[in-house]
């Protein structure tokens, strides 16, 4: 079974490229919706199985820094906090967590749980188009807030190698 396994940043993957998984390939996208709908859209039909790894903000702030969920859902988030979604919401596991995907980071919501990045709508989307079983595995970096970019910088390189740790277990 061929693998794509995706990450948007380089600091993301760093832990993980160093590693070798039989029948795997390793993509950095870039961060957003546009350069990982680049990236990818060529290619994802070449592979049986996608997997996408990364860091992740939270609304929830019982969830803990450093933890690993499963997503189960995703929700695309609209630009302005009062408009609703053109996009469906996208199941691809049956247990996990929310996670919602946004086109610029996220400093605040009124949400109260869930999990938010900026690539994820699109890689799920882009899956289910294309039939591939699609699994993402996040780690909590942050809480949505203004000192977030902060907090990110300071934490990714040890949040990235937990993360691979991780993923030696499930690939």
């Known amino acids: 079974m061929k693998t794509l396994l995706?990450?948007?940043?380089?600091?993301e993957a760093a832990p993980t490229l160093k590693k070798q998984f039989k029948n795997c390939t390793s993509i950095i996208t870039g961060?957003?919706?546009l350069p990982t709908f680049k990236a990818i859209s060529q290619q994802i039909?070449?592979?049986d199985r996608i997997v996408n790894?990364?860091?992740c903000g939270t609304f929830d702030e019982k969830t803990a820094v450093g933890s690993i969920h499963t997503v189960s859902r995703l929700e695309y988030l609209p630009l302005k906090q009062h408009q609703g979604s053109l996009f469906p919401s996208l199941r691809i596991h049956p247990e996990g967590q929310t996670l919602y995907t946004s086109p610029v980071p996220v400093y605040?919501?009124?949400r109260e749980t869930g999990l938010v990045d900026m690539e994820g709508y699109v890689l799920a989307h882009l899956a289910l188009k294309h039939k591939k079983p699609i699994?993402?595995?996040k780690i909590v970096s942050d809480f949505c807030s203004k000192d977030s970019k902060e907090h990110i910088l300071k934490r990714i390189?040890?949040?990235a190698l937990t993360l691979s740790d991780y993923l030696e277990t499930v690939l």
Do not use: C, N, V
């Not at 995706?6 to 600091?11: E, V």
């Open 31 to 33: 961060m957003g919706p």
């Open 135 to 137: 699994q993402m595995y």
């Open 108 to 110: 605040e919501s009124k």
């Open 53 to 55: 790894a990364g860091i």
């Open 157 to 159: 390189d040890a949040l």
């Open 45 to 47: 039909q070449h592979y």
């Open 6 to 11: 995706i990450f948007a940043t380089q600091r």
